[in-house]
């Protein structure tokens, strides 16, 4: 598998001391800050396992521009359709539709299918692998406060991919499932907007992915992705720019990519319901890819 392959490529119970009796626990408000301080803590505790057997860590440095069109389509108070595209140079494409069910103004679920082209390996930047995948997710969003905007997003994928050997395509599909976990915050520039009702922001997160399943022996954990992003927002098309940190661990368990990554991502919210308009100030982080 390439190691410019990014889009691919949660533990034992712990044993507690007696608590004495009338102790209160303190319990998070946020369960998905828990699941990422968790998902970490294993990730960490998961690479070190590994080092004591495994030959030398090595860290290749890559650079790359990540282009990315976003869209969600309101057709009514419960429904929307879901579609993005993206494409990385060299790495990978993704054509993603889904549909969305709107429990509330706070909290949805999608579900959908990818198709993608991936390279074969590191010999090539032909994008002929395929790999096939449904996915399902769930978002919470929630305003802070007049400017700040908080969102937590956890995504499922079955990943069916296109058999690979010696950077050459092979015969037959491989199963790889992942959980994904993203914690992302929006800033909105209220005092900065212009023109015709145009929103500067800033945006930033981060999210943790892992592999499971059978087939998964040496990298549980895929890759961790720091996101700092400049956006403009206008009647429900928003443009950002930013940068993008992917720190990938390949399937061979010591070897890991540093991806440093320039991310031109467009997003655009239609809604077709009578007498409602798109909020420009929507945040945009749950139909990241």
């Not at 828990?34 to 998902?39: D, K, M, P």
């Not at 990315?68 to 108070?77: E, L, P």
């Not at 990519?257 to 982080?285: K, Q, Y």
Request: net charge neutral; proline share 4%.
């Amino acid at each position: 598998m390439s190691s410019r392959e990014h889009l691919g490529n949660i533990g034992a119970p712990t044993t507690m001391g007696s608590i004495p009796e009338g102790t209160r626990l303190a319990v998070p408000v946020s369960t998905g800050l828990v699941l990422l301080i968790v998902c970490v803590l294993m990730g960490g505790t998961s690479e070190r396992a590994w080092a004591q057997d495994a030959p030398t860590k090595t860290v290749d440095q890559q650079f790359e521009v990540w282009f990315g069109y976003m869209t969600q389509t309101r057709i009514s108070d419960r429904i929307s359709l879901w579609a993005d595209a993206h494409f990385v140079p060299g790495a990978f494409y993704v054509l993603r539709p889904g549909v969305t069910f709107h429990v509330n103004d706070a909290f949805n679920m999608t579900a959908g299918y990818g198709y993608l082209g991936l390279s074969a390996g590191s010999l090539t930047r032909e994008l002929k692998r395929t790999e096939h995948r449904p996915w399902a997710q769930t978002v919470f969003s929630s305003p802070i406060s007049e400017h700040w905007g908080f969102l937590q997003r956890i995504r499922y994928d079955g990943r069916f991919r296109r058999n690979v050997a010696d950077n050459q395509l092979a015969d037959g599909f491989s199963f790889v499932n992942r959980l994904r976990f993203l914690v992302n915050f929006r800033y909105s520039l209220h005092q900065l907007r212009f023109g015709d009702d145009f929103l500067p922001y800033v945006t930033f997160g981060n999210e943790i992915l892992f592999n499971f399943g059978s087939s998964v022996v040496f990298n549980h954990f895929d890759q961790n992705r720091v996101t700092a992003g400049l956006g403009l927002s206008r009647k429900g098309v928003s443009v950002q720019l930013g940068y993008m940190n992917r720190y990938v661990q390949l399937a061979s368990g010591n070897r890991f990519v540093m991806n440093h990554t320039l991310i031109f991502w467009v997003f655009h919210n239609i809604d077709l319901r009578r007498d409602h308009a798109p909020d420009p100030t929507d945040d945009e982080a749950a139909s990241m890819p």
